[in-house]
């Protein structure tokens, strides 16, 4: 089997076989194979007909202030005929490695289904939730005389994408939203496709709110409001943003949004009464280790040392044993000739350097073994911080 990058006249196939796996109805679109931050990967049986296919998007993800070097994964499909004979672990073994030769940290991915990535290193990280609310439950509340509220162009886009970047930027796991798969490099005259709505919040000069949103269809008891982005960096403007949704409740009866985790805007919403709409899992790995420590931010008040050897099959250059130190907001990560008590499979390290997780959780999970009388405890300094998240499925 030849596992290669894909070029145009393969594309026909490619989409074929993405039509097969996924279902899809629509027509072999036209658009190129090569496309600014996007590596198309496929697996080629002996007689040269394309037998799988894996996409490597070139993405960053903020670790406590810090841009990360992210691999995220997309399009793994593979022929009907062919599975279950290891073309998958080919693909994603090829990804890693391209990935790491272009300078990636780390990967993430939202499988259908969770097994072969697993066995390929990468672990479950959490869940994308997307809800529903009644628009009637929203709390209503007297406009701040502080603030102001106005819908939004596409002018105003740039201002958008620095306020989310305010937001984001000190968690863990979420997209930078910078890159070649987002960058605008001509005149923006409209709205994102799908956004029929902006509704930003500004206190004086400053924009300290932001809702996008598309309407839907209908105002009978089905209609829904599906927002995209709902962010805000001060309490004031959340609830200034949830009290624009709740007039929508005339003619939308259902809110649809994903939610971050204990954010200016969930504190003031209800969400005790929300509804389930979907949850996606999603997984992560490091694609290289030294990288992935080195690279992102660490807390101010952290400072420790442990040592651990690490398993990596499917990634080679990252199997040995190694010292992390942490001190100041940053870490390192160096080998060392020693044999360490504590050995973790890259799942596991996968986990802890998610926050998901404690070192003792993952030890019982069989992805940790240590020296009888050793403490797995101090192999929580690589999780410390803040919990990772996903906001943008992909």
Known sequence: MEIRELHADDMPAAWELGRLAFGLSSPTP???VAVPGITRYGAFDPGGRLVGRATDLHHEQWWAGRPVTAADIASVAVLPEARGRGVARSLLGAVLRGARERGAAIS???PTVAAPYRS??????????TVDLATMALPRHRPSPHL??????AADLPAVAELYERVARHRCGLLT???PLFDDTGETAALPPGVDGLTLVHDGDQLVGYASWERGQGYDATAVLSVFDLFAVTAEA????????????????????????HDAVSAQLPLEIAREHQ????????????RAVQSRGWPQHVRGQVDFALDDVLAPWNTGSWRLEVADGSASLQRTDSEPTLRLAVQGFGLLYLGATTAQA?????????????????LDLLGAGQQAELLDYF
């Open 30 to 32: 036209q658009s190129p």
């Open 120 to 129: 390929c290193g990468w672990e479950t990280g959490g869940t994308l939730r």
């Open 108 to 110: 993430a991915l939202f």
């Open 148 to 153: 102001s509220v106005s819908p939004g162009t």
């Open 279 to 290: 949850q996606q899992m999603w997984m992560h790995r490091p694609v290289d280790v030294v």
């Open 238 to 261: 959340a609830r200034e943003l949830v009290g624009v949704l709740a007039g929508w409740q005339s003619v939308t009866p259902t809110l649809r949004l994903c939610l971050l985790g």
């Open 177 to 179: 939203r910078r890159g």
């Open 362 to 378: 993952v030890a019982e999970a069989g992805l940790l073994r240590c020296v009888p009388g050793t403490d797995p405890g101090a």
